[in-house]
């Protein structure tokens, strides 16, 4: 199979990947278990892997938009918060669930955003070139939006720890290596063939994450599946209301079609991959259905995805030139 078979195969891939798993970790709960360990060890190779195809050398040209920029940034860091304290107010009373739909919906995507984007025929080298900025700024602001919206009556206690550790873990450190094989690729040819071969790997590292994360975490979202179930009106809703809040940001900068469907795509993707071990880090008590309530909305929105990888071309940038 070649690289560009692979790429244009892979949301198939990853659905595979996710049945698999499902399976794994319902069938050999105990083998299931085994693989939460692995969580964040395969998340840093996979944001490596997704690092080193960003041209971080040359972000200032692909970033040169800031339309596109100012519209990502009031979609994903106004308006989407907006409607995500909206929508989990639901859930007050229920501070495992709440925290654990918070941490997912208040991140955008910065993975596999790049595929459904590309995929839905938006711009997905903008997309791709935002994620660093993106990423960044969700760490930064993320503890702060917690803090407004889990409220003092919640009784969860989000330490700063967890977060510098994982942020750490799961960003510094792969961005830091992206950037010094980046910085060598050009005087080394050793260094060259190996970001050659790493260059493969974005979609098989997606799709053994998927497998880890789901695979660890199913059984506990089937077991607290009862309990589970006030959270999945809210992620309907999110699918439902974040794409024309992406679309209203686009419109606002007047964005061109291809611009316009990226900053739709991510308003309405969200991070789950990696705030997985945010949650798996919150206290005891609340932590395994913190983590399950994150794993749900993985499941619906993947599914919502081949919804707009389909309606948001129909919707979004109609009678607009592409970028």
């Known amino acids: 199979m070649s690289r560009d078979s692979l790429e244009r195969h892979q949301i198939p891939i990853y659905f595979l990947a996710v049945i698999l798993a499902a399976l794994l970790g319902l069938a050999l709960p105990s ?49 989407v918060p907006l409607l995500v304290w909206g929508l989990t107010r639901t859930l007050s009373d229920q501070p495992a669930i709440l925290a654990g739909a918070l941490l997912v919906l208040l991140t955008p995507c910065i993975d596999y955003v790049v595929v459904f984007t590309h995929l839905g025929k938006g711009d997905s080298r903008l997309m791709l070139a935002a994620t660093p900025i993106l990423l960044l700024l969700q760490m930064v602001l993320l503890p702060l939006y917690l803090g407004l919206m889990l409220g003092g009556a ?38 060259s063939r190996w970001t050659a071969l790493w260059a493969w790997l974005p979609v098989p590292a997606m799709a053994l994450v998927l497998v880890v994360v789901v695979g660890s975490q199913i059984a506990a979202v089937v077991a607290d599946l009862e309990r589970l179930l006030p959270v999945v009106p809210v992620y309907l809703g999110f699918l439902l209301l974040a794409p024309p809040l992406g679309a209203l940001a686009a419109r606002l900068f007047k964005l061109p079609a291809g611009p316009a469907r990226a900053v739709t795509f991510s308003a309405s993707t969200r991070n789950s991959l990696v705030v997985l071990p945010l949650a798996l880090a919150l206290p005891e008590d609340i932590r395994g259905l913190a983590a399950a309530a994150v794993i749900t909305q993985t499941l619906v929105e993947l599914v919502g995805e081949l919804v707009y990888i389909r309606a948001i071309p129909a919707l979004v940038g109609r009678g607009r030139s592409a970028a």
């Open 31 to 79: 083998a299931g278990a085994g693989l939460e360990p692995w969580v964040t060890p395969a998340i840093a190779v996979l944001m490596y892997a997704m690092f080193l195809q960003i041209p971080f050398l040359h972000l200032r040209e692909g970033l040169a938009s800031r339309p596109f920029v100012a519209a990502l940034l009031l979609a994903n860091f106004v308006l």
């Open 154 to 191: 919640s009784g969860v206690v989000v330490a700063a720890g967890p977060f510098v550790e994982a942020f750490l873990a799961l960003i510094v450190a792969p961005l830091v290596l992206a950037l010094l094989t980046e910085s060598l690729a050009g005087r080394s040819a050793l260094v």
